[in-house]
């Protein structure tokens, strides 16, 4: 019996291989290196921001997300993309993606450990309410931003068009490895990652305080949109100090106002 050869990798293709394995790998290492940012200054920024977008804020009315002696750092690119494939996979069920298909790609891709129990109970067996899914896909677009896959994040607009395409094609059977293949991105820094937070923690906070008072919503964003978006932020954001947990699980992130 003939054994037939594994075709042959030409050294240039390794040598391109090698390039990539190694530019995530430095790209994921200056990702997580903590940062001091000093939250005033993010404050200060914020505020020019606010009246861009027509809305009056007083610097002084909502804490500090972290203190000025805490540092800020982004967890891994590996724990985005897992994060982010899993989301991708709930708009699927939400969808009518059949839960043994949805869950086969969960165990071939490795993240079934990053799924959280009501994630589990949903996707695979279809328990929950899958309004409260579909309404993640603006979390999702916040990774994506986070992934470096779309430009902006901007609250005054809503999610790209296409917005599926840049993520796993789960209808073509694209794997979980693939799609990371063509992700390499250019992604945004923890400074950047904390200016625009402090942004939607403000809007955030502005709009459930508006809505514990009974009072008109302060701007004509889409509060739901607002707050997924500050969940993916918050949850992406690390801030290794005194008074946080410094990576909490994606249904512990705090986002009280």
Known sequence: MFRRRAPRVSRATLGAVKCAILARRVLNEWLMTAMTVDPRQIRTRTC?????????????????????????????????EARAAILNVLQARVMDMPPQNAMRWM?????????????????????GDPRRYAQQLDALYGLAWLLGLVEHLDPQRDCVE???????????????????SRTLTTRPDPWEVASLLDMYYCLDWMYQDAARRGMPAPGPLDPAAVWHRRWALEWALVVRGRSQVPFPAWDQVDLSA
């Open 107 to 127: 165990l071939d891709a490795h993240v079934l450990e990053e799924m959280t129990r009501d994630e589990w109970a949903f996707i695979g067996s279809g328990v």
């Open 162 to 180: 296409g917005l599926a395409a840049l993520f796993p094609d789960l209808r073509g059977g694209e794997s979980f490895g693939a799609w990371r």
């Open 48 to 80: 020019g921001d606010f009246q861009r977008l027509g809305v009056p804020m007083n610097a002084d009315r909502f804490p500090l997300i972290w203190q000025p002696d805490e540092d800020v750092s982004l967890r891994s690119v590996g724990e985005i």
